[in-house]
C-alpha cells in the first residue's frame, strides 16, 4: 500500500500569504511555495474528527470504485481522469 502525504492547507492562509507577498516590498522576482504541514490522509481524517468533536471514518477505494462514486455524485466525465489522477 502506497502512503501518500499531502500538504493540507487553508484557503484563507494562501490568501492571506498571497496577498501580503503581493503588498509588501522585496518580491520581485522570487517564487514562494505555500504548502501546510504533511499529513496522511488518516491524519487528516484525525484532525478533522478532532475538529468537529466525532469520529470521521476513513475510507479508501480503488480507482475505479472512485470513479463510480463521483459519477454518482454527478462529476462530469471529463473531469474524473483529473480526479483519480490527484
Known amino acids: 500500500m502506497t502512503v501518500l502525504e499531502v500538504g493540507w492547507v487553508l484557503r484563507k492562509d494562501l490568501t492571506e500569504a498571497a496577498a501580503n507577498g503581493l503588498a509588501g516590498q522585496g518580491h520581485e522576482n522570487t517564487v514562494y511555495e505555500l504548502s501546510g504541514k504533511l499529513m496522511t490522509q488518516e491524519e487528516l481524517v484525525s484532525a478533522l474528527g478532532d475538529i468537529l468533536g466525532k469520529e470521521v471514518p476513513e475510507q479508501q477505494f480503488d480507482d475505479a ?11 462530469p466525465e471529463a473531469y474524473l481522469p483529473m480526479l483519480v489522477n490527484t
Request: charged share 20%; no cysteine; glycine share 18%.
Open 65 to 75: 470504485t472512485y470513479v463510480d462514486i463521483m459519477k454518482g455524485a454527478g462529476v
